[in-house]
């Protein structure tokens, strides 16, 4: 074999390996778009069960019962605090590589709290319960077989369960039916056909809430 030929033979081998690079970059680049879309139209449904902390309300009326207690002159003054939840059990279905919908029920309990200035002894306490329904529609940034990130927003209501004096028999008003909502930041669900997930955001589910999920 002369020299030019072995010259072109390794030219040729060269000219080959770049036309398969270029190629294989044009084949990942041109199903990067697909990413997440292997299961379209059979998207499945998940169940979910979670917990959230830091509610809108709990904001909302801790910060007005500072502001009233600071203002106005009270013999007592008022603590709000959660006694349990959001507890939430839910579905959820992305419809699309882009877009998700889903619905929520949970449970809360609300607690105030009124303790004596001067004596700094608890005169009254009183609960609240309260179930709740909150249906969801979310933007999917991403949605493959182990990953899913969405934001997305939820409105609803709930309706009082029970009230109940712990301490004392203060006269409580509180609306029976209130309406419920969820602006979410971030959602992160992470795993296989059962996995975690976490979201944050503001509102009734919580600042923050999390839990376990199981896809059917």
Not at 194 to 203: A, D, H, N, P, Y
Request: glycine fraction near 12%; hydrophobic fraction near 40%.
């Amino acid at each position: 074999m002369s020299y030019n030929s072995i010259v072109r033979n390794q030219y040729d081998r060269k000219v080959k390996m770049k036309v398969l690079c270029a190629l294989m970059m044009a084949i990942c680049l041109g199903t990067w778009p697909m990413h997440g879309q292997v299961r379209e139209g059979t998207y499945p449904v998940t169940v979910h069960a979670g917990y959230g902390v830091l509610t809108a309300r709990l904001f909302v009326e801790s910060i007005a019962s500072a502001i009233f207690t600071g203002i106005f002159p009270t013999d007592d003054k008022l603590d709000v605090s959660m006694g349990y939840g959001p507890v939430i059990v839910g579905a959820y279905k992305p419809l699309n590589r882009w877009f998700g919908v889903g619905i929520d029920a949970g449970v809360y309990q609300m607690r105030y709290t009124w303790t004596s200035k001067q004596s700094d002894v608890v005169t009254h306490r009183y609960r609240s319960s309260r179930m709740m329904i909150l249906p969801r529609i979310d933007v999917l940034w991403m949605n493959d077989e182990k990953i899913l990130v969405s934001s997305g927003a939820a409105l609803g209501g709930s309706f009082l369960v029970s009230g109940t004096n712990e301490i004392g028999t203060y006269e409580m008003s509180e609306p029976t039916t209130l309406t419920e909502f969820q602006f979410n930041i971030l959602t992160v669900q992470s795993g296989g056909d059962v996995g975690g997930f976490l979201e944050i955001g503001f509102g009734s589910r919580g600042l923050f809430h999390g839990g376990l999920y199981v896809r059917l």
